[in-house]
């Protein structure tokens, strides 16, 4: 990705969670590219320096602020929100709920010494933060002539598997289906209110996710053979910044995107 896309987000100021890879890095460097200013998050503080350090030298300086630490703290998301207003001068008005961890294997087969973990982090730690920004929006919203004046986002990254169950990820999967529900249930609470809420919901992407999630390595192979070319995280991170270059009374409330070739999930 270049410079060259343009500045329809110029006036954003963006909140990106897992930003120190796979698809929460390549939205960051999307918004970016865009003309957005990003607050990055992820737990390596090295690697997100690394991320804003390149979204400086490519974009602009002064273009990226970093809030390091754990996504399902609420500390955390608190320190994130108010690094936004800090750093960029007002609230923000587009975050990107991305952080996420995966899991090979189904309700049967899969480790369920890590179940716990990853429900805190794909599931309570996505609803903490969709609240605090919906909280946050709302205000912002309240406190402005009209909500035309201004687009507000709040991005849910999904899965396939969270609309179309798959044994080989069942347990993984029931975490993005929990996720699919407190989108929608926040799009219906407050877009009268100006706030869009949108869902995205990936297919197949190549990046760290398969290799921490503990999948297969022969198996993969064979999913990338079979259905490949695979989606890379840019091609998500494309989606993301068309959805949140609408303009305020246009809502793209959920986009599937997938491999041509995935017929499954």
Not at 43 to 71: K, M, N, P, S
Not at 157 to 186: C, D, W
Not at 191 to 202: I, N, S
Request: glycine share 12%; with cysteine.
């Amino acid at each position: 990705m270049g410079d060259t896309r343009g500045t329809d987000l110029a006036t954003r100021i963006a909140v990106v969670t897992g930003a120190s890879s796979g698809v929460g890095h390549a939205t960051a460097l999307e918004l970016a590219s865009r003309g957005c200013r990003v607050v990055i998050n992820a737990r390596r503080r090295e690697r997100l320096a690394q991320v804003a350090r390149d979204i400086d030298q490519r974009f602009g300086h002064g273009r990226a602020a970093i809030t390091a630490g754990d996504c399902a703290d609420q500390a955390t998301i608190d320190l994130m929100l108010d690094t936004a207003r800090l750093a960029f001068g007002r609230e923000a008005d587009l975050v990107v709920v991305n952080a996420g961890r995966g899991l090979n294997g189904s309700v049967m087969t899969s480790d369920p010494g890590q179940w716990e973990e990853m429900v805190r982090t794909n599931l309570l730690g996505a609803a903490r933060l969709m609240r605090s920004a919906g909280e946050r929006m709302l205000k912002d919203v309240a406190g402005r002539p009209s909500w035309l004046d201004h687009p507000h986002d709040i991005i849910a990254i999904g899965s396939v598997v969270g609309r179309h169950v798959s044994p080989f990820s069942s347990m993984y999967g029931s975490t993005k289906f929990g996720v699919h529900g407190l989108a929608e249930g926040q799009r219906r609470e407050v877009a009268g209110r100006g706030v869009r809420v949108t869902l995205v919901e990936p297919g197949f992407v190549v990046s760290e996710f398969q290799q921490v999630a503990g999948y297969d390595p022969a198996w993969f192979k064979g999913r990338l053979e079979a259905l490949g070319p695979m989606l890379d995280p840019a091609d998500v991170a494309r989606a993301v910044g068309y959805i949140a270059s609408q303009p305020p009374h246009v809502h793209v409330s959920d986009i599937l995107i997938r491999p041509t070739r995935q017929d499954y999930p």
